[in-house]
């Protein structure tokens, strides 16, 4: 904007066919006077520009952590309201126990486990919560089987096997169901 105002008063300058010192300065005045106008709105669009830079690389940072957090989980399941494992039992019974619940009642193979744990910590203001157990299979192509290809699969026993999403992954699921929830609200 302001190149273009002062090429503008340069060419109606430079359009006559003498210059002559009081036409100079009449430019250099009026570059002055054009540029102490617009000084707040360079100063303004200069900070957008920063700030724009800050909040592009904030945001790609945050997807290459999600990427990361992704390929973490990608052979990991889910499965919520387990019941807890007796809590006098030693880590090795509890690890025992679950192994037994993923084996005995949702029926996987025990070949197909790499490892599972609970996530989180037992809270004992809440007697009746369950903490979610988190399954890791050998591969990504078990773990798709047995999610019915991330749409989740519910076994015989009423319990929900889900993959294991990364908090963006679980966010955006979130969003969807409550696009689709406001979809059929109208169709209603």
Not at 25 to 49: C, F, G, M, P, W
Not at 70 to 76: A, I
Request: glycine fraction near 2%.
């Amino acid at each position: 904007m302001i190149k273009m105002t002062v090429e503008t008063a340069v060419r109606n300058v430079l359009s006559k066919s003498v210059c002559s010192k009081e036409d100079i300065q009449n430019v250099v005045r009026s570059y002055a006077d054009v540029t102490k106008e617009n000084q707040k709105e360079v100063i303004h669009q200069a900070a957008l520009t920063q700030s724009s830079k800050t909040v592009v690389e904030s945001v790609v940072r945050k997807l290459d952590a999600d990427k990361v957090e992704r390929e973490k989980r990608r052979c990991n399941l889910v499965v919520l309201s387990t019941p807890e494992p007796c809590k006098d039992s030693s880590k090795e019974q509890k690890i025992a126990e679950d192994n037994k619940f993923c084996c005995n009642v949702l029926e996987i193979p025990s070949g197909d486990i790499e490892a599972c744990w609970r996530a989180g910590k037992i809270d004992e203001s809440k007697p009746d919560y369950r903490r979610p157990l988190i399954i890791k299979l050998k591969s990504e192509k078990l773990a798709q089987e047995w999610t019915n290809n991330g749409k989740g699969l519910k076994t015989a026993t009423g319990h929900w096997i889900n993959r294991d999403l990364c908090a963006a992954d679980r966010k955006a699921n979130f969003l969807s169901r409550q696009e689709r929830r406001k979809r059929m609200e109208k169709k209603s």
